[in-house]
Structure formats: structure tokens, C-alpha cells
């Protein structure tokens, strides 16, 4: 947790005092290095967007939707939502929203699985082996590639900049980390909970096997809305965050375009493949 924080406090700083994206501080620090920045993050994105896409269609699933016109119809809502007229606030509303929503089903379902909250704690504090692997996946999953730059993107795109910032800066950047922490710690106890009783998980889908156990046919209900609202609201911050990084792409016409391509090519190759994830 604390090198999440500091990695993204880090950088949300200094391009919050700049007044700058990624991209453009890159050209600053050495010309032709914002491209190669925005060529890679577009490329991570783009990998990343096939999984978001895939995930809206595996959740929608949950309810009795194909997933492959799961991922149409969610690819669609969430391009309706880049595109509207001040999509800003809009994408604020939406992500605050779903977040609350993941929590709260989580939250349901970790109370009824009734997790060792004692063993748990001296656990994280006092962990039997730590795995070197989990641990970078997890610290990579929160602020590697463009997860990093979406939430001060959006800030800059909102005019929060400069040193009279910093104090607002910090907090937005620790308030984001403290809640994806505080949804991977209900998701853990509720996997926990379900195994100290159960005995184990269906390896061909766990994290739906414990909501199903944890909480009968309700809680796998829950899971394909935590997997879908995670998965959708990942396709428009993926999405918006990639095409940010280029300069031309922020008017208006191209911005609308770009957008258009990248979810399509996501959704595109997410129907090819079939299963990516």
C-alpha cells in the first residue's frame, strides 16, 4: 500500500504542478519521448480494453445475456457516455456510482461469509511467506501502465493545476488508492470466508464461485454486477486515458472519432479471439 500511494501521489504531483499530461512533460524532458510514452500506453490500453470488454460480457452472463452481445451492448453505453456533451462530469458521476455499488454488494457478501477478521488482520501484519509475484501483480494492477495517469488526466481536464493545488492533488490521489485498497480488502475476506468454510473454490471461476457459496444464488447475482460495473467503468477510464496522451486527438471531431476506433477495435478483437481473459 504504501508504495502504491507513493508512486501515485509522486506522479500526480508533479504533473498537477506542471499543469501538464504525461506526454507533454515527456516532450519536455526529451523531444520524440512523449510519443514513445503515448505509443506504449495506447498499446498497454488497447490489451488491457479486450479484458474490460470481455469482463462487461462475462458479468451481463451472470443474468442469462450472451456474452458477446453483453460486450456489444456494454461497448455501446459506454461509448454513449464518452460521447455526450461534457462527458466530464458525467464519467464522475458514472465511476463514483459503480464504485459504491461494487463496494456495497462486496461488503454483502463478505458479512454473510463471516471471515476470520482476527486471523486476517495479524495475518497482513504478520504474513507466514510473502509472495514476491501477487504482490507485483497487485502493485502494477493499481498504478502501472495508464491506471496511473487517468485520475490527474482528468483533474488537468477539469483545471485543477499549479502549486495552490498540491493539497487537492494529494488527497484525490490517496482518497483513489484507499478505496480500490478497501474493495481488494472486502473481496479478500469474502474469498476467505467462504473457504475457512467451504473448503474451496471452483477453479474454473473462483471469484464467482465464492460469491455463489458465500451467499447462494444472490450473491452470484452480485458478482455479475461487481464484474460488470468493474469491467465498464475500466472500458471508459481505459479508453478516455490512452487517446488522452495524444495531442490531436483532444479536439473535438478526432477526439470523437478516436474514441469510436479504439472501443470498436477493443470490442472487435475481444469477437475474434472469443476469450481473452
Known amino acids: 500500500?504504501?508504495?502504491?500511494?507513493?508512486?501515485?501521489?509522486n506522479v500526480w504531483r508533479v504533473l498537477g504542478v506542471a499543469g501538464r499530461r504525461g506526454d507533454e512533460l515527456a516532450s519536455a524532458l526529451l523531444p520524440g519521448l512523449g510519443a514513445v510514452l503515448?505509443?506504449?500506453?495506447a498499446a498497454g490500453g488497447l490489451v488491457f480494453n479486450v479484458g474490460n470488454v470481455a469482463g462487461c460480457g462475462l458479468g451481463l452472463a451472470v443474468f442469462g445475456v450472451p456474452p458477446a452481445i453483453g460486450a456489444t451492448l456494454s461497448a455501446a453505453a459506454s461509448l454513449a457516455l464518452l460521447l455526450r456533451p461534457r462527458a466530464g462530469r458525467a464519467l464522475d458521476t458514472f465511476a463514483k456510482a459503480l464504485g459504491a455499488l461494487m463496494i456495497v454488494l462486496t461488503?454483502?457478501?463478505?458479512?454473510?461469509?463471516?471471515?476470520?477478521?482476527?486471523?486476517?488482520?495479524?495475518r497482513a501484519v504478520w504474513p507466514q511467506h510473502v509472495a514476491f509475484l501477487p504482490v507485483v501483480t497487485l502493485v502494477g494492477g493499481t498504478v502501472g501502465g495508464y491506471i496511473t495517469?487517468?485520475?490527474?488526466?482528468?483533474?488537468?481536464?477539469?483545471?485543477?493545476?499549479?502549486?495552490?493545488?498540491v493539497p487537492?492533488?494529494?488527497?484525490?490521489?490517496?482518497?483513489?488508492?484507499?478505496?480500490?485498497?478497501?474493495m481488494r480488502v472486502l473481496l479478500f475476506l469474502a474469498v476467505l470466508g467462504v473457504v475457512a468454510r467451504a473448503g474451496g473454490l471452483d477453479p474454473a471461476n473462483p471469484p464467482a464461485s465464492a460469491f455463489r457459496l458465500g451467499a447462494g444464488e444472490w450473491?452470484?447475482?452480485?458478482?455479475?454486477?461487481?464484474?460488470?460495473?468493474?469491467?465498464?467503468?475500466s472500458v471508459v477510464g481505459c479508453s478516455y486515458t490512452s487517446l488522452s496522451f495524444f495531442p490531436r486527438l483532444r479536439m473535438a471531431g478526432a477526439g470523437r472519432a478516436a474514441l469510436l476506433a479504439f472501443v470498436g477495435l477493443s470490442l472487435a478483437l475481444y469477437l475474434l479471439v472469443g476469450r481473452p481473459v
Open 107 to 122: 461488503a454483502a457478501v463478505m458479512a454473510v461469509s463471516g471471515p476470520d477478521y482476527l486471523g486476517a488482520l495479524r
Open 1 to 9: 500500500m504504501l508504495v502504491v500511494v507513493s508512486a501515485q501521489v
Open 219 to 233: 450473491g452470484y447475482r452480485f458478482f455479475g454486477l461487481v464484474l460488470w460495473s468493474a469491467a465498464i467503468t
Open 168 to 182: 487537492r492533488l494529494t488527497r484525490a490521489s490517496v482518497l483513489g488508492i484507499l478505496v480500490t485498497g478497501a
Open 38 to 41: 503515448a505509443a506504449m500506453v
Open 149 to 165: 495517469f487517468s485520475g490527474v488526466h482528468r483533474l488537468l481536464d477539469a483545471g485543477i493545476a499549479g502549486e495552490a493545488e
